[in-house]
């Protein structure tokens, strides 16, 4: 399976780019940076996007990427998110108000519209085309779930933004060849307080999550925040884990 990361910090700058992850050219999980990467070609291909939940940095460009879906005449996008997920973006987002519902609108010229909304059971494996996906809630400020995605043999866990966890480690162990687990470092180490307020980890507690993966694959940090960066993977590093490595703004051949 291919992983193209197209965003892989908390924060947003020239050089560093909002959560936003393409597994093989067509599905997405997150969507904070998509279109703003990708070409009209390439979210064309997009047939499916995952959104862990409804923080601005991670659906900042999905309104934009349904938008082009209707402007190019194509089929549908798939939007799967847990329904209390779901819920949030039908409120605060997709409203009318914030943006459109393209659910409702069908396109002239299709008949159909630019999105379809799939929401899911946390811990229901649901299949979509040649794979097979599972929701499962992780611990935020907000409704938020992670997803295991099965496809070709091969597994591949995002939990998405999340303070300590337990559920999606428990069902990642029961998944057969996981080959890469996505998680979070948001925060240095000396910021322990505020990633243990906001939900999310640091270095030394994605140390403490790594104990509770028992697959031998690499465990990304994903989520820095800027300006903190070089510190965070400096204390990635000296974890001395050798599964624990940086999330990279690059393509991965897994
Ligand atoms: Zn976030
Ligand atoms: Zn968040």
Aim: charged share 20%.
């Amino acid at each position: 399976m291919r992983l193209k990361v197209l965003g892989a910090y908390g924060a947003s700058d020239a050089e560093h780019n909002l959560t936003g992850y393409l597994i093989d050219d067509w599905f997405a999980v997150d969507a904070g940076t998509l279109t703003s990467k990708l070409s009209f070609v390439q979210q064309a291909r997009v047939q499916a996007v995952f959104i862990t939940h409804a923080h601005a940095d991670h659906v900042r460009d999905l309104p934009h990427l349904i938008q082009n879906r209707f402007s190019l005449n194509g089929p549908p996008l798939t939007l799967f998110a847990t329904r209390d997920v779901m819920d949030q973006l039908s409120t605060h987002l997709f409203n009318g108000i914030h943006w459109p519902d393209f659910s409702t609108i069908p396109n002239p010229a299709t008949s159909k519209p630019a999105v379809l909304y799939r929401p899911l059971a946390p811990g229901k494996r649901v299949t979509f085309g040649d794979i097979a996906l599972t929701a499962v809630n992780v611990h935020h400020q907000i409704p938020a779930a992670g997803v295991i995605l099965e496809m070709n043999g091969q597994a591949i866990v995002f939990t998405g933004d999340t303070g300590p966890t337990q559920d999606i480690w428990k069902r990642a162990n029961k998944t057969e060849n996981v080959v890469a687990l996505v998680t979070e470092a948001s925060f240095p180490n000396d910021q322990q307080s505020l990633a243990d307020e906001t939900a999310h980890l640091t270095p030394q507690s994605f140390g403490d999550e790594l104990k509770k993966i028992v697959a031998d694959a690499p465990v990304y940090a994903s989520h820095r925040k800027l300006p903190f960066e070089r510190d965070i993977e400096s204390q990635i590093r000296n974890l001395r884990d050798r599964r624990a490595r940086v999330l990279l703004e690059k393509n991965y051949t897994l």
